[in-house]
């Protein structure tokens, strides 16, 4: 019954059916950090078009789990002893070359402004670090550091079982939406993050802490954990934020213990879209995107000449980003499209390992070359074909027009506002809607009102803007 209706209704539906706000452990509402995951996981199973199933782990990944988890409690470990001022929680989808060195992407003039006063806490999900001296930065450990710590007290049992108060209501919850939520294992590891964190906090004299993503249960924790100590949180927007995102959608009072302090957003159209309930209005500050203006004016030599290079070759040339939950899809249109426009060239640009890649192999006008990235390639390109990323804004910005596959009524649940743009953006359904855009939606000028539309999502001057943020808040 609730497989097909948008993952932003059911959540604000389930808030207003139950008494969320009554669900307590230790006079937290626990509800803050929870419905993030209750919502993610209605948002799997919606893109998906099926049901939620508890996850199962192949061997030879749970092992790798395991060594990287011991290797994140002795890795950097005379990094983790000492004093900082500030502290990056952030993760390896972040990581750019910037300038010959690994740095991170949304948070570059924060790293170089507090440089030598701030450590980095980086999650490589699932992959070991690269060599120290590719880092822009020296001073930074595993965010598995933290895992290891509580999985040891788990191990060991050295924590008690917190009880919950109306626990009731998540059982409730999880009938009526069939959806299933180890809430118990979420609580434990929130409580036991925090635990960590307060102590981490204190024993380095950690004074402001910077986020890139408040929401996954770590950095929820750290969120808690600095307010316990009062010690501000600012919170780095990553991706795109829309009254879609769950994260940043909130119409009741649930109290702000696990929500920053302060949000730094790309532009004004993303600060308009974020909840009051979450955050006061004067606390989200717009900053712009360093990156973003960073490739607007270096080119990547060898994405240049990659494309000019594939130019002799094909007609059109087409970058495509994905999502891990639509992949499947489309990565069959691609295939399907591929075979009806041989003189089109498919880029596909994974985000991370993505296994769907092999089915590509057969075909030689679909590329994948790790040498390039959507940042140094989207300029060069004629189009950029998505569904729902965040890609499909910043396309924008570079002034290449966007082909956006419908799958799931992700794009226009997504991206309706950009509907009416018929000049830069194209909604379609299937392959062949998608050969007849590459052919007949020609490159053109953008006019003025699709000019100040992507200065509303993007402003500029990122480097000026988070320097006098630290500045105000007497943070620098």
Same mark, same amino acid.
């Given at each position: 019954?609730? %497989?097909?209706? $948008?993952?932003?209704?059911?959540?604000?539906?389930?808030?207003?059916?139950?008494?969320?706000?009554?669900?307590?452990?230790? @006079?937290?509402?626990?509800?803050?950090?929870?419905?993030?995951?209750?919502?993610?996981?209605?948002?799997?199973?919606?893109?998906?078009?099926?049901?939620?199933? #508890?996850?199962?782990?192949?061997?030879?990944?749970?092992?790798?789990?395991?060594?990287?988890?011991?290797?994140?409690?002795?890795? $950097?470990?005379?990094?983790?002893? #000492?004093?900082?001022?500030?502290?990056? %929680?952030?993760?390896?989808?972040?990581?750019?070359?910037? =300038?010959?060195?690994?740095? =991170?992407?949304?948070?570059?003039?924060?790293?170089?402004?507090?440089?030598?006063?701030?450590?980095?806490?980086?999650?490589?999900?699932?992959?070991?670090?690269?060599?120290?001296?590719?880092?822009?930065?020296?001073?930074?450990?595993?965010?598995?550091?933290?895992?290891?710590?509580?999985?040891?007290?788990?191990?060991? $049992? !050295?924590?008690?079982?917190?009880?919950?108060?109306?626990?009731?209501?998540?059982?409730?919850?999880?009938?009526?939406?069939?959806?299933?939520?180890?809430?118990?294992? !979420?609580?434990?590891?929130? %409580?036991?993050?925090?635990?960590?964190?307060?102590?981490?906090?204190?024993?380095?004299?950690?004074?402001?802490? *910077?986020?890139?993503?408040? &929401? +996954?249960?770590?950095?929820?924790?750290?969120?808690?954990?600095? $307010?316990?100590?009062?010690?501000?949180?600012?919170?780095?927007?990553?991706?795109?934020?829309?009254?879609?995102?769950?994260?940043?959608?909130?119409?009741?009072?649930?109290?702000?213990?696990?929500?920053?302090?302060?949000?730094?957003?790309? @532009?004004?159209?993303?600060?308009?879209?974020?909840?009051? /309930?979450?955050?006061?209005?004067?606390?989200?500050?717009?900053?712009?995107? &360093?990156?973003?203006?960073?490739?607007? +004016?270096?080119?990547?030599?060898?994405? /240049?000449?990659?494309?000019?290079?594939?130019?002799?070759?094909?007609?059109?040339?087409?970058?495509?980003?994905?999502?891990? +939950?639509? #992949? =499947? /899809?489309?990565?069959?249109?691609?295939?399907?499209?591929?075979?009806?426009?041989?003189?089109?060239?498919?880029?596909?640009?994974?985000?991370?390992?993505?296994?769907?890649?092999?089915? *590509?192999?057969?075909?030689?006008?679909?590329?994948?070359?790790?040498?390039?990235?959507?940042?140094?390639?989207?300029?060069?390109?004629?189009?950029?074909?998505?569904? &729902?990323?965040?890609?499909?804004?910043?396309?924008?910005? %570079?002034?290449?027009?966007?082909?956006?596959?419908?799958?799931?009524?992700?794009?226009?649940?997504?991206?309706?506002?950009?509907?009416?743009?018929?000049?830069?953006? #194209?909604?379609?359904?299937?392959?062949?809607?998608?050969?007849?855009?590459? &052919?007949?939606?020609?490159?053109?000028?953008?006019?003025?009102?699709?000019?100040?539309?992507?200065?509303?999502?993007? =402003?500029? @001057?990122?480097?000026?803007? +988070?320097?006098?943020?630290?500045?105000?808040?007497?943070?620098?």
């Amino acid at each position: 019954m609730y %497989f097909m209706e $948008k993952p932003i209704q059911i959540l604000l539906d389930i808030e207003n059916k139950y008494n969320v706000e009554s669900i307590q452990v230790n @006079g937290l509402n626990v509800w803050q950090f929870l419905r993030i995951r209750y919502y993610f996981q209605l948002k799997l199973r919606y893109e998906s078009n099926m049901a939620t199933k #508890r996850r199962k782990y192949i061997l030879n990944k749970q092992i790798k789990k395991l060594l990287l988890l011991i290797y994140s409690g002795i890795y $950097k470990n005379n990094i983790r002893s #000492r004093s900082f001022q500030y502290i990056l %929680f952030t993760d390896i989808l972040e990581d750019r070359e910037i =300038d010959g060195y690994i740095s =991170d992407k949304i948070a570059y003039n924060i790293i170089n402004s507090l440089h030598g006063r701030l450590v980095v806490c980086k999650n490589y999900r699932n992959q070991f670090p690269c060599r120290a001296n590719r880092y822009y930065y020296k001073n930074y450990f595993q965010a598995g550091y933290f895992e290891y710590k509580i999985a040891l007290k788990k191990r060991l $049992k !050295h924590y008690k079982e917190e009880s919950i108060i109306n626990i009731s209501i998540l059982d409730k919850i999880n009938k009526e939406y069939s959806i299933f939520i180890d809430y118990r294992k !979420h609580i434990k590891n929130f %409580f036991l993050y925090t635990e960590e964190l307060i102590n981490y906090y204190i024993k380095t004299g950690i004074k402001c802490i *910077f986020i890139n993503c408040y &929401y +996954t249960v770590l950095h929820m924790s750290a969120i808690f954990a600095a $307010k316990q100590l009062k010690i501000p949180v600012v919170e780095l927007q990553h991706g795109l934020i829309s009254k879609e995102n769950g994260a940043y959608n909130l119409k009741i009072d649930i109290g702000k213990d696990t929500f920053p302090d302060y949000i730094l957003v790309y @532009g004004k159209k993303f600060e308009k879209m974020i909840s009051n /309930k979450l955050i006061k209005k004067e606390n989200v500050i717009v900053t712009g995107n &360093y990156f973003l203006e960073y490739n607007k +004016t270096n080119e990547n030599k060898y994405a /240049k000449e990659y494309i000019n290079e594939m130019k002799k070759k094909y007609k059109k040339i087409v970058c495509i980003t994905s999502q891990i +939950t639509i #992949r =499947d /899809k489309l990565s069959k249109i691609i295939i399907s499209a591929s075979k009806k426009a041989k003189d089109v060239l498919f880029i596909y640009l994974p985000r991370e390992y993505d296994q769907f890649i092999e089915r *590509f192999s057969n075909y030689e006008n679909i590329k994948i070359d790790n040498n390039l990235s959507f940042y140094n390639l989207v300029k060069f390109v004629d189009y950029h074909l998505s569904v &729902y990323s965040t890609c499909i804004l910043e396309s924008l910005y %570079f002034k290449i027009p966007n082909i956006l596959i419908n799958i799931n009524n992700l794009s226009s649940n997504y991206f309706y506002y950009l509907q009416k743009y018929k000049n830069i953006v #194209r909604f379609v359904e299937t392959d062949d809607e998608v050969i007849d855009s590459i &052919y007949n939606f020609n490159k053109c000028i953008f006019k003025n009102n699709e000019i100040e539309l992507i200065s509303s999502f993007y =402003d500029t @001057g990122n480097k000026e803007k +988070t320097v006098s943020f630290l500045k105000k808040y007497k943070i620098l």
